[in-house]
């Protein structure tokens, strides 16, 4: 056996060795007994008194029963919204969450809402769970998957508040890893993820730039189709009223400071954009603005230059297109993070193949770390990880190391 058969045996079997597995499973535990411990404290979903915890599943559920209400096109008024809002539990206006997704996810919202609101939240996370699961293990390819994906910092605020951020990242984690396998497949889950259109901008980018036609052709088919669905099932009241509100909600969320909705002191930290982190640290809209676009840029510059470039690994490209998601958009919140499990599987993938590089361990641990302390300091800390997660892959570009890869990889 040569040496570098053992080096690469040595690397590989590190991030199979039981401190990994026993970490990750750390991990795992801890985020299940969070949720164990609040549901047997009455503080998970639904109170002791069996009424709903106000929760951003209030938000979707709200919209669902003016979808079921025959009133659609309601849920993108605030005033209206945050009715239906307060018909499910009262709170304060300043609590108020708003609807702002397009016309699309009302399909959704409206399903669920025919259920009772516990059982809409437990169908919500038990559909939306194990969609993100499996794409991480496809990713990965190999069984650890499984324990890495349960093992990731950002499933709480998903599982606790009963967001979304499992199913973006299942359709960032399809997109990418179908893209050479089954085009047509990959185009479809892009097209679904139009409902977060601020997570879409930079496929249309990296797809031209790597000749995936048949991808945007059934991407450009699926959100086509989606809003025509919702065209025929709403009428075009939705859309109009989704477009007349969308300039008055930005201005909402990145400004903090409209009367329509009153909102508490401004708090920056629940977005995880460079746009928040410079008006948290006290710079004012242009210079954020001005930064958040320049750093969109340079991502955009950077994937398109990786994706023309054939002799990149596929992984470090795909977990380079996660990160770069998440920097190129200022509207990027805690539980959107979950994209960033969608990086880090592709990069464990690449490792499982050619070894892990001096220190990748320990940007990966630091980038947990953030995830795990960010509630005691109350920073937006997207940023902080995707810039140190676009570094490790970085020095993979730089210093790649071609290696045959395992059998496991190639199933």
């Not at 590190?14 to 047997?40: D, E, M, P, Q």
Request: aromatic content about 12%; some cysteine; glycine content about 8%.
């Amino acid at each position: 056996m040569t040496a570098q058969a053992l080096t690469f045996g040595r690397e590989t079997g590190a991030l199979r060795s039981k401190a990994f597995h026993l970490v990750c499973f750390a991990l795992l535990v801890a985020n299940v007994a969070y949720v164990i411990g609040l549901w047997t404290a009455k503080d998970w979903i639904v109170d002791a008194a069996g009424l709903p915890i106000h929760t951003d599943f209030t938000s979707v559920y709200a919209a669902g029963r003016l979808v079921l209400a025959g009133k659609p096109a309601l849920a993108y008024d605030w005033a209206q919204h945050y009715a239906a809002e307060n018909a499910l539990i009262a709170h304060d206006p300043k609590a108020y969450l708003g609807w702002h997704y397009p016309p699309p996810f009302l399909m959704i919202a409206g399903l669920l809402a025919a259920l009772p609101y516990a059982a809409a939240f437990a169908v919500w996370i038990a559909a939306t769970l194990p969609l993100y699961l499996v794409a991480i293990r496809a990713i990965v390819g190999d069984r650890i998957g499984w324990l890495f994906a349960g093992a990731f910092p950002c499933l709480l605020p998903n599982v606790i508040s009963g967001q979304n951020g499992f199913l973006t990242a299942a359709l960032v984690g399809g997109t990418l890893t179908l893209l050479e396998t089954n085009p047509l497949t990959a185009g479809l889950c892009l097209g679904l993820l139009s409902y977060k259109p601020q997570f879409g901008i930079l496929f249309p980018l990296i797809l031209i730039a790597g000749g995936y036609w048949k991808t945007i052709a059934a991407a450009a088919g699926t959100t086509i189709a989606l809003a025509l669905s919702t065209i025929a099932l709403f009428g075009v009241t939705p859309w109009t009223e989704f477009l007349h509100w969308l300039p008055l909600t930005s201005q909402a969320l990145f400004a903090q400071n409209h009367t329509l909705w009153p909102q508490d002191d401004p708090a920056w930290n629940k977005f995880q954009s460079l746009f928040a982190l410079v008006r948290l640290s006290g710079g004012g809209p242009t210079l954020a603005w001005t930064l958040q676009l320049a750093l969109t840029t340079i991502a955009a510059i950077a994937l398109w230059a990786m994706w023309r470039n054939r002799r990149i690994a596929f992984e470090l490209k795909a977990a380079a297109m996660a990160v770069g998601i998440l920097l190129a958009t200022p509207y990027v919140y805690l539980y959107d993070l979950t994209v960033m499990a969608i990086a880090l599987a592709f990069l464990l993938r690449y490792a499982l193949a050619t070894g892990p590089m001096p220190g990748e361990t320990f940007g990966v641990a630091l980038i947990a770390a953030l995830f795990l302390f960010m509630p005691f300091f109350g920073v937006p800390i997207g940023t902080m990880s995707a810039a140190i997660m676009a570094l490790l892959i970085g020095r993979r570009i730089f210093a790649d190391r071609p290696s045959p890869r395992p059998a496991i990889l190639q199933a």
